[in-house]
């Protein structure tokens, strides 16, 4: 079965920094796109960055030079380094797969980060 497990949210001040990883299991990870999708209270589920099969990487203008997503293909996990974090950053982060054979992304069950002095 195919899971994607997060891990590595907490709090943490204005202006710190967290790292976010998403182990992956069930898949074939190295032709997967992964992303990180995040959703604050009362927000839609939002891209925060994607990182292609071949390395390309996209973000959200709001995490542009903050953020940088990357992957080892040799551990089948995804991270997303956050830097100079703001109370704004507070949300649900949520771990994404794309394959391009497959109907349906898949998701991890998400984990919190929190933002706040």
């Known amino acids: 079965q195919v899971q994607l497990v997060e891990s590595g949210g907490g709090l943490v001040q204005p202006g710190g920094s967290l790292r976010l990883s998403c182990a992956a299991s069930?898949?074939?990870?190295?032709?997967?796109?992964m992303g990180w999708y995040r959703q604050a209270p009362g927000k839609q589920r939002e891209l925060v960055a994607v990182?292609?099969?071949?390395?390309?990487?996209n973000y959200a203008d709001s995490v542009k030079g903050r953020f940088t997503i990357s992957r080892d293909n040799t551990k089948n996990t995804v991270y997303l380094q956050m830097n100079s974090l703001k109370p704004e950053d507070t949300a649900v982060y949520y771990c994404?797969?794309?394959?391009?054979?497959?109907?349906?992304?898949?998701w991890g069950q998400g984990t919190q980060v929190t933002v706040s002095s």
């Open positions: 069930g898949i074939i990870f190295r032709r997967n796109a």
């Open positions: 994404n797969a794309n394959d391009p054979y497959a109907r349906d992304p898949y």
């Open positions: 990182i292609g099969s071949g390395g390309s990487t």
